[in-house]
């Protein structure tokens, strides 16, 4: 219930007036992301890189409506990947990006729009030595989105993909992106979904992960298991043994600043980990869906709500 609240706010106009009052260095948006500006997460990607782990760069924003916002992002995706590349960075972070923040929604011109711009960042992410994975939105994108990355496929046959395991179409994508050099980050997935497209209950979505996990680790793709879920961590290295899959050839990934110990203990166990790490202004959607993930952090973001000035 308190999740689902949660996440109507993330898309509620007079709350995040209210949140994004808020400086990004209070305790609980620093929490979850390292700053607004390209040199912090140049920054940040660097300390994480140091300590073994690999990174994926977020650079926030969804939903636009404006062409020029989109192109704001776009921009801000090349300066970015060129702050990776200048830094020496770029061989062990790559970029996720959401296609609904490069024009996918636009009318008329967004389907079109959002692919030529993805382009352009892959084109510059190839050029740095390094790739793009496509993140996956609420489920009125997902034809869109794998439509978008089959394009992008043609020419950048590294881009990844997302895959949501609460909804139930999932292991049919699965099976289809299965295949040789097709990586593949499977989420349980964060959006509020209807009943009649997405699992609801928790336990069903666990099942359901599991169910994709075994046709991704089957098969002959590289599979990104991205969930902090110790279970489900437990059996992604059951499936690798069983499948006799060595340590790179699949990776797990975790959100910046949720379970960093385990994210630590993993890299250094051998297994290659990357941290997905969100920055930029546009912090309030992603603060609450993690929030909804975990509503015991609630009385701390009250709290830092309240003690504003
Ligand atoms: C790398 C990465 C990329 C993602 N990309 C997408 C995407 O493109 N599209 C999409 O819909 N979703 C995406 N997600 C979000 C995902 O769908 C889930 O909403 C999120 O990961 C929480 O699910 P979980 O598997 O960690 O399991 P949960 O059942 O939520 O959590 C399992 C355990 O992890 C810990 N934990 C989880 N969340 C928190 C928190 N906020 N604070 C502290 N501890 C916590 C707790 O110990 C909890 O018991 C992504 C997640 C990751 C890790």
């Known amino acids: 219930m308190l999740r689902h609240v949660l996440l109507m706010l993330a898309r509620s106009g007079q709350m995040k007036e209210i949140v994004t009052r808020m400086p990004v260095s209070s305790g609980i948006v620093n929490r979850y992301v390292p700053g607004e500006e390209t040199a912090q997460a140049v920054e940040a990607s660097r ?3 140091e300590d073994g782990l690999h990174v994926s760069l977020d650079f926030l924003g969804e939903d636009t409506l404006d062409e020029q916002q989109a192109e704001a992002t776009v921009l801000s995706y090349l300066d970015l990947v060129e702050g990776l590349s200048r830094a020496g960075l770029a061989r062990n972070a790559e970029v996720s990006v959401k296609l609904s923040a490069i024009g996918q929604a636009l009318p008329d011109i967004g389907p079109e729009l959002a692919t030529e711009n993805a382009r352009r960042i892959c084109r510059a992410a190839r050029n740095a030595g390094t790739t793009v994975t496509l993140d996956m939105e609420d489920h009125t994108t997902t034809d869109g989105t ?9 020419d950048f046959p590294e881009t990844g993909a997302v895959l949501q395991a609460y909804l139930y179409r999932t292991e049919q994508d699965c099976r289809a992106l299965a295949h040789e050099g097709s990586r593949v980050r499977l989420c349980k997935g964060a959006y509020k979904e209807p009943e009649d497209v997405a ?5 069903d979505v666990d099942k359901a992960y599991v169910r994709c996990l075994k046709i991704l680790m089957a098969g002959q793709g590289y599979p990104m298991i991205a969930t902090h879920d110790p279970r489900l961590v437990r059996i992604a290295g059951a499936l690798a043994t069983r499948n006799g899959r060595m340590p790179g050839t699949y990776e797990f990934q ?3 600043g949720i379970r ?17 790490l969100p920055y930029g202004e546009e912090w309030y959607g992603y603060l609450m869906r993690r929030l909804a993930e975990r509503p015991q952090n609630l009385t701390f973001f009250l709290r830092s709500l309240v003690s504003q000035k």
């Open 47 to 49: 300390a994480l890189i």
């Open 199 to 203: 699992h609801q209950d928790r336990h």
């Open 254 to 256: 975790m959100l910046y």
């Open 260 to 276: 960093s110990e385990e994210q630590k203990r993993l890299a250094e166990a051998g297994e290659k980990v990357r941290v997905y």
């Open 146 to 154: 794998l439509a978008t990355l089959h394009g992008l496929r043609k």
